[in-house]
């Protein structure tokens, strides 16, 4: 099988599955019998660039890497904007990296919506379409029998979305439990150092851990819309980020962290999404958990899930040492089992 493949945006997880899908082309064949063609690039300002017989990879990533414009490998006419980048590309598959408003989702989950209307696959790492569009989007990519998958939405490449349409098959989930941003993890393990909240984040951003501005994850904006896609897709849930009980860190001192530790515990923003009778209630919270809760153990930028079920009673997957490469795998993976019809 060949997929044509469009990318939205090509910044650090687009460019690394650009990297990882050059390095994994002879595997791809081999295993899947999959061959792919890269027909489109779009970006915010470094143009947009189309070409129906496959661009250059390496070259669209000589371009970005020495500040160029895409433009310059485009053929045909020109393209104005993203929306009209998703119509004219020739793919059958969108695979989307591109920026994220926490607050409504937009403009990726108009992106979805044009790709599956337009009868291509949708495959994001972007939260946004999966916290406040999933039923609508899953219902659309039904109907069009493409697929809408995001396993790189939560926990980067690390399987637990996967988990659950693969492996928790008939099974109830009662509750999960996760720590599930890594910028407050880390900004938590540096308090017990005594290092302050503020140092933290300037470490933090030095490091490369966080982004400039790191204030949707102090608040816990970052960890709620992530718990909202657990929940709606392996609960059932039907919850957008504003439903979420949620309190951030910043409110948390040097002396309440070590406190905690000194009484063999530890604080970490606990998210949580819990089967109450015919509802779920999800919440994002300081919480100080007793060293025997294996979720305190998750230091640093490392991050876990824990799923609590009727089958399995606890689960628990955890993932450290992530970078863009982690998350451009669940893209990869997404779209190998896409081309193998695992969305059917
Ligand atoms: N970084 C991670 O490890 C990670 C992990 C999990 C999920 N994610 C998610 O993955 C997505 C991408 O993250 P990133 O780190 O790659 O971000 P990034 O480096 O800032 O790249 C974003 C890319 O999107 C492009 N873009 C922005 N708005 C666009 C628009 N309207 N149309 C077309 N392209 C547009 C940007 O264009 P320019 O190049 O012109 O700026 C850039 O190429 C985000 O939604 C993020 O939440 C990232």
Redesign the pocket.
Known sequence: MHIRIAM???????RALARLLLRKTDILQKDYDLTFSVTGI?????GYAINPDGLDLEAALQV?DSGGKLDTLHRGEPVSD?LSFIDACPADAIME????DPQTGQ??TDYARAALRGGRHFIT????PVAYAYRELSELARQQDRGFFFE??VM?GAPVLGIGREALLATTVQRIRGILNSTTNYILTCMEDGISLDAAVAQAQQIGVVESEPGTDIDGWDAAVKIVVLANVLMGADLRPGDVDCTGIAELSIADVQGALKAGERYKLLCEAAREGDTIQASVKPVRLPLSDPLSQIGRTSSAVTFETDTLHHLTVVEGD???T??AFGMLVDMINIARGRYR
Not at 8 to 14: F, I
Not at 97 to 100: G, K, N, P, R, V
Not at 125 to 128: F, I, L, S, T
């Open positions: 939205l945006g090509y910044g650090n997880v687009a779009a970006t915010r300002s470094r970005v993203t990296a591109t920026w994220l403009p990726a790492a972007n939260k946004g790189s939405t980067d992530t970078d863009p982690t998350t």
